[in-house]
């Protein structure tokens, strides 16, 4: 598949909710049918850190069932974190990609919010998670992450980084800057879905979820309101520019201590 089709569900979440985030985000993916792949915010079930008063649930809990059902339905990959209890019964951020056959890969996220206190309620992942889809190479990650570029470089020959995030008003501009650093310096296409609204402990998430090419130009950029948009991304124009400005051969190489 040369063209992708991907729908950016930028929500406004429930607060510890999943049963009606759920039932939101169907209703929002609803508005982009034709789409090749919906992304949905980090723990878009409950919230940032809105599982600190439930029981986690695990990946044949209700809403990873929910996330195959929605692919299977829709003949459509959906993708988000999840607040997840892995099989040893640590708790992680888990972002997962899930097509019409059902779970194709998932990653925990490496970096936790420690100023937030994500890590003293999770643990950490320990690997990169690069997978083949439609012809496409992709590259998972979750909010924090973006603020680390050795761990998200392009040593894995991906085409494409998404981003899912919580990340509050306050650092937005941090938001901005760093996806386009990432896309230019990976030459690869960037997308990154953060929330909106405020959630249950006060804090504001100002959206602003963006789509970006390998020369760091922005095909998308949300405002702050709860909307849906999709991007279309073009894998031909992207090799075409490889060729053309081969940088990333010559890149540093590094090791990544977990």
């Not at 792949?37 to 929910?66: C, H, I, K, Q, Y």
């Not at 402990?201 to 849906?228: F, K, R």
Request: some cysteine; charged content about 30%.
């Amino acid at each position: 598949m040369n063209l992708l089709k991907i729908a950016m569900v930028q929500a406004e979440l429930r607060w510890r909710d999943p049963a009606a985030n759920r039932d939101h985000l169907a209703e929002l993916m609803d508005s982009s049918p034709g789409a090749d792949l919906f992304l949905l915010p980090e723990t878009f079930a409950t919230g940032f850190l809105g599982d600190s008063e439930r029981d986690a649930e695990g990946m044949d809990g209700a809403s990873v069932n929910w996330m195959v059902e929605q692919a299977a339905s829709r003949g459509a990959a959906v993708a988000g974190s999840l607040a997840l209890l892995d099989e040893t019964k640590k708790r992680r951020n888990r972002f997962l990609f899930v097509g019409a056959e059902g779970v194709i890969a998932h990653y925990d996220k490496r970096h936790l919010f420690g100023f937030g206190g994500e890590d003293a309620r999770y643990s950490a992942g320990k690997r990169t998670c690069t997978f083949d889809w439609r012809g496409w190479r992709i590259d998972l990650q979750v909010c924090y992450d973006l603020r680390f570029p050795v761990w998200c470089r392009n040593d894995r020959a991906f085409d494409l980084q998404l981003f899912v995030a919580n990340w509050p008003s306050p650092r937005v501009a941090a938001w901005q800057s760093l996806l386009k650093a990432r896309a230019i310096e990976n030459q690869s296409y960037v997308i990154g879905i953060n929330r909106s609204g405020r959630d249950g402990n006060e804090i504001d998430y100002p959206g602003h979820s963006s789509a970006w090419t390998a020369m760091g130009d922005c095909l998308a950029e949300l405002d702050e309101q709860e909307q849906v948009r999709q991007v279309d991304l073009d894998l031909a124009a992207l090799r075409q520019l490889r060729e053309k400005f081969p940088f990333l051969k010559d890149g540093d190489r590094f090791a990544v201590e977990c």
